[in-house]
């Protein structure tokens, strides 16, 4: 019997088979990442629920700043 695996749990792990194969690409990520974080680490610890939040608080912020600050 086979366990089926998470759609999450094979992008990280076609990631991390990646980042082994390319070295190069690897070095550019991790000097990137350092400095900016990483978008798909951010969304990978969401569920969809935190980022219909995250996109809500981000629209709500801008109505705010539309409408107070133009």
Do not use: H
Not at 37 to 59: A, E, P, Q
């Amino acid at each position: 019997m086979q366990s089926k695996e998470a759609p999450e749990e094979r992008n990280e792990r076609v990631r991390q088979e990646e980042m082994k194969t390319s070295s190069t690409a690897n070095l550019n990520d991790a000097i990137t990442r350092g400095s900016n974080g990483s978008l798909v680490d951010l969304v990978s610890g969401f569920g969809w629920k935190g980022i219909g939040i995250l996109l809500l608080v981000l629209c709500i912020g801008f109505i705010v700043y539309a409408v107070f600050f133009r």
